[in-house]
């Protein structure tokens, strides 16, 4: 069957479907491989073979531009092939389109979840991938172990042709981001944004609008984007988390701590910039 338009590229699967090609994409620990020159971050199977020697696992992750797709697994040692370079996940981030980087994302973290799952946490077992599902099934209580997926939230707080943006304490002086934060075990993705802007900022919201999602593998979150109203607008950080927190003009924001095309951060502040821009 033809995949509809909104899934054509990159399809999350559990097994192969028997394309003639193969498309493979190499990982050293958490960097993609690339051919020197490249941005591409999948290759060929003939473009693979020389790397065979280094792999220590293959894993299926479906299929890229109905071809089935694999993550490898590779030694240090290939770090030193001769043709290609080493990319950061976040310079994938940077430089990708959005499949390939859900693409990527999906390479690493499956490859994580496999590494960090071996063995059952309730019995100590050793554990098997599932026949039928992207699963690990622990050999001795059948439980099934899936990839870890931790849900975020991050809201570009807007106050007229202002909006909130803070600083971590881990980040340099000058580089700010939209708030965001965990979804706590109970919670709504609606009760966390409240939850977290207020505990962060002293700042109290309403209308709060999702605008989208993406993966963010790191190293294994799923962050929701929002928008919302401010309510109050005195600020009161909360010095834990977040160091220092201002309301910028539109026209003159800060440095952003990740330029990104996507949801995360700066993505959705350069949204918001843009609907103000035609409003003013």
């Known amino acids: 069957n033809m995949l509809p338009p909104a899934l054509e590229g990159f399809f999350p699967a ?3 479907t028997g394309t003639e090609n193969l498309c493979v994409i190499p990982v050293v620990g958490r960097d993609i491989l690339v051919a020197r020159g490249s941005s591409d971050l999948v290759i060929d199977r003939e473009q693979a073979d020389v790397m065979k020697f280094f792999c220590e696992q293959r894993l299926v992750v479906g299929q890229w531009n109905g071809v089935d797709c694999e993550v490898w697994d590779l030694s240090p040692e290939s770090r030193s092939m001769e043709g290609f370079s080493v990319m950061e996940l976040r310079s994938v981030l940077l430089s990708s389109s959005d499949e390939q980087f859900s693409l990527a994302s999906r390479a690493v973290q499956m490859l994580e979840w496999q590494k960090n799952h071996r063995f059952c946490g309730g019995c100590g077992g050793s554990t098997e991938s599932a026949a039928d599902d992207h699963a690990l099934r622990c050999i001795s209580c059948d439980i099934s172990l899936y990839p870890r997926i931790s849900p975020c939230i991050i809201v570009v707080v807007r106050d007229g042709e202002r909006c909130l943006l803070g600083r971590s ?7 700010f981001s939209a708030l965001a934060g965990f979804v706590e075990a109970g919670e709504s993705a609606e009760q966390a944004l409240h939850r977290e ?12 609008r999702y605008v989208g ?14 928008i ?4 109050t607008t005195d600020i009161n950080v909360d010095e834990v988390e977040i160091a220092e927190a201002h309301w910028w003009h539109y026209k003159e924001l800060p440095e952003m701590n990740l330029a990104c095309s996507g949801i995360a951060p700066k993505g959705k502040v350069e949204d918001w910039v843009k609907l103000v821009s035609k409003a003013s």
């Open 213 to 226: 999602s993406q993966a963010w593998p790191f190293p294994g979150q799923l962050m929701l984007g929002f």
């Open 228 to 231: 919302a109203d401010a309510v």
């Open 14 to 16: 559990n097994a192969r």
């Open 197 to 208: 802007v207020f505990e962060e900022s002293g700042v109290q919201v309403e209308n709060i």
């Open 169 to 175: 304490v881990n980040w340099p002086e000058g580089r």
